[in-house]
T-cell receptor
Framework: DAGVIQSPRHEVTEMGQEVTLRCKPI?????LFWYRQTMMRGLELLIYFNNNVPIDDSGMPEDRFSAKMPNASFSTLKIQPSEPRDSAVYFCASSLSVPKNYEQYFGPGTRLTVT | GIQVEQSPPDLILQEGANSTLRCNFSDSVNNLQWFHQNPWGQLINLFY???GTKQNGRLSATTVATERYSLLYISSSQTTDSGVYFCAVAAPSGGYNKLIFGAGTRLAVHP
């Protein structure tokens, strides 16, 4: 079974440009998560969805960040406009989220560099 | 919110040595996972262990939820064990899904 798929793997963009990161969760999983990893802040949860519905977006840093999950097999994280401080590795994760099984599985990440 | 502390922050081993990594958390949890982030950045699931003991090859883990800690044991370490080990927990107040990560233990295994 394929794991969590993310694209692109690397993204380099200029400040002010729009950036869209994409994620395909593991088939059958009903929860999807977006995390960001930086040297300063470590790994932090940005937002998560359950059954395609956003449940907690308290980790989204600013209004420049938005996330959508139009169906069970696809999600996007958009940054508009991007800033150099958004440079980080962005991970998508998914889980089955049933009682006694909330294990999350991570994708390979997207390394974003904003110049 | 819940605090997660991992120790030691850095660890250097000779190949073949054993080690114990610790994760302390400040509140009761209903989800605890150990991950290995390899040198290429991939986060690999090691254990889903909100309580009890599990073993997988040379690795094992124990979580004592009542005392708010978890231990990860690595036996007969290999150079491929190098990387950063993360403990992540979710507290009931945040649901089962809101994982909070520790700062990690950076392990280097030398031949």
């Amino acid at each position: 079974d394929a794991g969590v798929i993310q694209s692109p793997r690397h993204e380099v963009t200029e400040m002010g440009q729009e950036v869209t990161l994409r994620c395909k969760p593991i088939s059958g999983h009903n929860s999807l998560f977006w995390y960001r990893q930086t040297m300063m802040r470590g790994l932090e949860l940005l937002i998560y969805f359950n059954n395609n519905v956003p449940i907690d977006d308290s980790g989204m840093p600013e209004d420049r960040f938005s996330a959508k999950m139009p169906n069970a097999s696809f999600s996007t994280l958009k940054i508009q406009p991007s800033e150099p401080r958004d440079s980080a590795v962005y991970f998508c994760a998914s889980s089955l989220s049933v009682p006694k099984n909330y294990e999350q599985y991570f994708g390979p990440g997207t390394r974003l560099t904003v110049t | 919110g819940i605090q997660v502390e991992q120790s030691p922050p850095d660890l250097i081993l000779q190949e073949g040595a054993n080690s114990t990594l610790r994760c302390n958390f400040s509140d009761s949890v209903n989800n605890l996972q150990w991950f290995h982030q390899n040198p290429w950045g991939q986060l690999i699931n090691l254990f889903y262990i909100p309580s009890g003991t599990k073993q997988n090859g040379r690795l094992s883990a124990t979580t004592v939820a009542t005392e708010r800690y978890s231990l990860l044991y690595i036996s007969s370490s290999q150079t491929t064990d190098s990387g950063v080990y993360f403990c992540a927990v979710a507290a009931p107040s945040g649901g089962y899904n809101k994982l909070i990560f520790g700062a990690g233990t950076r392990l280097a295994v030398h031949p």
